[in-house]
């Protein structure tokens, strides 16, 4: 945890969470089954403040530290839940991470038909930033549909919908990446994220969305991972992002709204 994290009392369950160890609802499961000792005594409650950096915290006998801080890119295959685990037993992004590693948890979602980019990290202050609207990174998608896209689709894209139940959803831009007989490729950007955005925005205008692949955040690309491959952001990747969201934060702030970092 960082300092800010650590002089701040958080759920004996978020702090196992923080800690890297397992999922929070993991955690609350074990708190329950008296396998987790707080100062030395059995604690059975999940909410119970914890200062990590003053509190003893132990799973089974085992100290629970700290570990690394850990950014990790995934090639998120189709088909596959952005969840820790599901209850209609499907297949979850969970089954193509390295065990060694520490617990993680994504930031943002990425739909169980949808693939491409999904970053997971154990820091979840960062994670935050990552998904706040002050700091919100540009996120660029390639885009099957079941149609030959025109201009007036392009610029419907970009203008935006209504959809039924009052939601405005538009795209930052759209350019036709390549076209075949009966579909086209597209590259759509949004500079906002609301819940199956793209696919409910071309539902609207009629167009059914064959494939969605997130191939970047910010100035982070997927680029050639292989599907269900996952790696470690670089240095220069995560410096990248950082300067990023500083800038994004620093032009919403002269537009006259608040900064948070």
Known sequence: ????????????????SKLGYCSRSRACALIRAGRVTLNGGICRNPE???????????????????????????????????????????ETVYAYLDESIPWLVPVGRLDKASEGL?????????????????????????????????????????????????????????RILRSGDKNTWLEIVLDEGKNRHIRRMLAQ????????????????RLGDLPKGASRPLTDVE?????????????????AGAPLHL
């Open 118 to 174: 999904l970053l997971l990290t154990n820091d979840s202050e960062w994670a935050a930033r990552v998904l706040a609207p002050r700091t919100h990174l540009d996120k660029t998608y390639h885009v099957q549909i079941a149609a030959i896209a025109d201009a007036a689709l392009l610029a419907s894209i970009a203008a935006g919908v209504r959809t039924g139940d009052g939601v405005f959803l538009r795209a930052k831009s759209a």
């Open 205 to 220: 205008l009629g167009v059914e969305v064959l494939r969605l692949l997130r191939v970047a955040i910010g100035p982070l």
């Open 48 to 90: 119970a403040p914890v200062r990590a950096e003053r509190d003893r915290i132990e799973v089974n006998g085992g100290e629970v530290a700290a570990h690394a801080k850990v950014y990790l890119m995934l090639n998120k295959p189709r088909g596959a839940v952005t969840t820790a685990s599901d209850e209609k037993g499907r």
């Open 238 to 254: 995560k410096s990248d992002l950082d300067r990023a969201m500083r800038q994004q934060a620093a032009v919403r702030n002269r």
């Open 1 to 16: 945890m960082t300092p800010a994290d650590s002089s701040r009392r958080v759920g004996l369950a978020r702090a196992l």
